[in-house]
């Protein structure tokens, strides 16, 4: 079983910095996509930036400039970097990955998602 724990995340003043990570713990063979959404009560969940296995990144628009995805293969953590934080910033933030792992001797991949973790940004 493969489960995505997020850590970070809590209250900051808008212009602030904040940093969420997540680490991926079990079994697989490949972290192929590792994202960060958000989330805002009564909307959908939006991504917020992704990091491929290659090395390319993506952002929303919202975002670029401010925020950074770091993936560090080898300890299976990613991060996001916030900076320059706005009040419409606030959201849950949850850590997704899209992830291969052998089952029955068959290569598949997964969605998995974190728990979710809190940010704040007040104004």
């Known amino acids: 079983q493969v489960t995505l724990v997020e850590s970070g995340g809590g209250l900051v003043q808008a212009g602030g910095s904040l940093r969420v990570s997540c680490a991926i713990r079990?079994?697989?063979?490949?972290?192929?996509?590792l994202a960060w959404y958000r989330q805002i009560p009564g909307k959908a969940r939006e991504l917020v930036a992704a990091?491929?296995?290659?090395?390319?990144?993506n952002y929303a628009d919202s975002v670029k400039g401010r925020f950074t995805i770091v993936r560090d293969n080898p300890l299976n953590v990613v991060s996001l970097q916030m900076n320059s934080l706005k009040s419409e910033d606030t959201a849950v933030y949850y850590c997704?990955?899209?992830?291969?792992?052998?089952?029955?001797?068959?290569?598949?991949?997964?969605?998995?998602w974190g728990q979710g973790t809190q940010v704040t940004v007040s104004s």
């Open positions: 079990g079994s697989f063979f490949r972290a192929n996509i």
């Open positions: 997704n990955g899209e992830i291969s792992r052998y089952e029955n001797e068959e290569l598949r991949r997964r969605t998995y």
């Open positions: 990091a491929y296995y290659g090395g390319t990144t």
